[in-house]
């Protein structure tokens, strides 16, 4: 999935929506099949410079945030502030990402 809504971040995962296309991350699975062992909590690789998520779920769930609208085409940061609040929802609830960039 990539560019998508963020519905919704709870402490159990969060909920997205493309399209009709709903889908749910779940934070205790993602770490259970992290290969990357940060704390037992790591969730998902985040790639600031393209500002991108590779949850651990099966497949793996990949969410792009761009920026949108004028915002985009007068290099506005609306894409990068989603990105960053989703970061700190995350780490809200005590899960974590890895950095790939």
Same mark, same amino acid.
Request: proline fraction near 3%; hydrophobic fraction near 40%; glycine fraction near 8%.
């Given at each position: 999935?990539?560019?998508?809504?963020?519905? %919704?971040v709870?402490?159990?995962?969060?909920?997205?929506?493309?399209?009709?296309?709903?889908?749910?991350?779940?934070?205790?699975?993602? %770490?259970?099949? %992290?290969?990357? !062992?940060?704390?037992?909590?790591?969730? *998902?690789?985040r790639? *600031?410079?393209?500002?991108?998520?590779?949850?651990?779920?099966v497949?793996?769930?990949?969410?792009?945030? !761009?920026?949108?609208?004028w915002?985009?085409?007068?290099?506005g !940061?609306?894409g990068?502030k989603?990105?960053?609040?989703? !970061?700190?929802?995350?780490?809200?609830?005590?899960?974590?990402? *890895?950095?790939l960039?």
């Amino acid at each position: 999935m990539r560019e998508c809504e963020v519905c %919704a971040v709870c402490a159990s995962g969060i909920t997205l929506k493309r399209g009709k296309e709903e889908c749910f991350v779940d934070f205790q699975a993602c %770490a259970a099949n %992290a290969p990357i !062992q940060k704390g037992g909590n790591c969730v *998902a690789l985040r790639n *600031a410079a393209t500002l991108e998520f590779a949850f651990f779920t099966v497949p793996p769930t990949i969410v792009c945030f !761009q920026a949108r609208g004028w915002k985009k085409r007068f290099g506005g !940061q609306d894409g990068a502030k989603r990105f960053w609040d989703l !970061q700190a929802e995350i780490e809200k609830y005590g899960y974590s990402t *890895a950095e790939l960039s």
